[in-house]
């Protein structure tokens, strides 16, 4: 009988120390993991140990095979934009626990958090984007060099290290093969074709999520809500209405001409059309200005020591995309926060959908063109404990939204004091 188990969100599971690694504190959480700061006790340096974590979503026979895969792909990966693995165990026991086993990687740690984080005090100018995104396009460009597909792009699962480079991370979705019709991956990065559930080029569908990034290092948003032809937005896309689709975007400053161009053949829906990493760099978008690397340390330094502007909002009443911030509540989980919005929606008899693996929730209050209609995403304070709910007004009244603002900080903060 196997006597490994996955562990779970109380910190008694952890002893002081796991294998060759002592174990100093939690620092993050995955939908299927648990991080937690480490130091390895015979160079004594630091790193990241994760945990595979048990969800009554994925069994776990499943979950184990992801924690093997990533194993896998990141031992044949060199490269100083993908996230180093120092060391792993499928089953390691725990000193003083009996029959007790976990699984862990240990990795590169991280301090300066995800690309995630450092979005939050808002867009990257294009000169310190176009540096970042190189380093991103490397990090892929070289994965599928060696034959594999991440199949999972994302903000949070792109690093930023102690020297304030990109690093590619979380590769338990990573494939060998190019030909998929299964959907993985985190439904706001996915392609048209992944959404379909047709056969697809797993290469294909990485390129497309890198647009998604792209387009959120420049614009602090994501291009849709979802991805579905339910989504205005996503149907301009899919329908070549892109006039429709950048007057929606107009509040940002940042995009010009050659970005819209660019963007758009990242994110074709016709294969034969979308650009190849080769086409993405010598697009003319890509040989503007360009920071140096002291230039963009010293502006991601600044980013990640400044405090958020809890009281900012980002466009004025009139604006369909104003936003907001509750307080910050000392949540370790966005998990256990999510649980709390969907209690919260069900209370309100809310028509929602949530998207875990990103944190967020859209919300419609009504049937009316009219109605409130919110997006919720759940954040963080870097190098914290601390989590908030940013909500964004996607249509509706601003009376509305500042009364649906009280309702769900003062649900959030009587759940936590429960």
């Not at 990242?266 to 294969?271: A, E, G, K, R, T």
């Not at 230039?295 to 020591?305: C, D």
């Not at 709910?389 to 500042?402: A, M, P, R, S």
Request: aromatic share 10%; charged share 30%.
């Amino acid at each position: 009988m196997d006597s490994s188990k996955s562990i779970n969100s109380n910190s008694s599971d952890f002893s002081t120390s796991i294998g060759d690694f002592k174990l100093e504190k939690e620092i993050g959480e995955g939908a299927f993991s648990k991080v937690m700061l480490a130091t390895n006790e015979i160079s004594s340096k630091e790193c990241a140990i994760k945990f595979i974590k048990a969800d009554e979503s994925i069994s776990e026979k499943n979950l184990k095979s992801f924690f093997k895969n990533e194993v896998k792909v990141l031992k044949k990966c060199d490269h100083p934009n993908i996230c180093k693995i120092l060391g792993y165990s499928y089953r390691d026991s725990v000193p003083g626990k009996e029959n007790y086993c976990v699984s862990y990687i240990a990795l590169e740690y991280m301090k300066n958090g995800t690309l995630f984080d450092i979005l939050e005090n808002g867009a990257l100018e294009a000169k310190y984007t176009r540096v970042l995104f190189k380093q991103v396009l490397s990090a892929i460009e070289y994965l599928h060099k060696l034959g594999y597909s991440h199949r999972d792009i994302k903000l949070d699962n792109i690093l930023v290290s102690s020297n304030y480079d990109l690093k590619l991370a979380d590769f338990g979705l990573a494939s060998k093969s190019k030909k998929s019709s299964t959907v993985k991956g985190t439904l706001y990065y996915m392609a048209p074709e992944v959404v379909a559930e047709k056969e697809y080029n797993t290469n294909d569908s990485d390129l497309y999520a890198i647009a998604i990034v792209l387009f959120s290092m420049l614009t602090h948003s994501m291009p849709f809500n979802v991805a579905s032809k339910k989504c205005p937005l996503y149907r301009k896309i899919m329908t070549d209405d892109w006039a429709s689709f950048w007057k929606t975007h107009s509040s940002s400053k940042l995009i010009d001409n050659d970005f819209k161009d660019l963007f758009a053949k990242m994110v074709d829906p016709n294969l034969e059309l979308r650009l190849s990493i080769s086409e993405i760099l010598d697009h003319p978008w890509m040989k503007g200005e360009t920071a140096t690397k002291e230039e963009v340390v010293k502006h991601l330094k600044t980013r990640i020591q400044s405090e958020v502007n809890l009281t900012k909002t980002q466009n004025k009443e009139e604006s369909t995309n104003m936003a907001e911030r509750t307080g910050y509540f000392n949540i370790r989980s966005a998990g256990k926060l999510m649980k709390y919005l969907e209690e919260f929606a069900k209370n309100e008899k809310l028509n929602y959908k949530t998207c875990p693996n990103y944190y967020r929730m859209i919300a419609e209050i009504g049937k009316k063109p009219k109605d409130l209609v919110l997006q919720m995403n759940i954040l963080k304070r870097h190098e914290s404990y601390q989590r908030c709910v940013e909500l964004i007004l996607i249509n509706g009244k601003k009376k509305d939204f500042l009364n649906f603002k009280s309702k769900v900080e003062e649900f959030i903060a009587s759940r936590q004091n429960n």
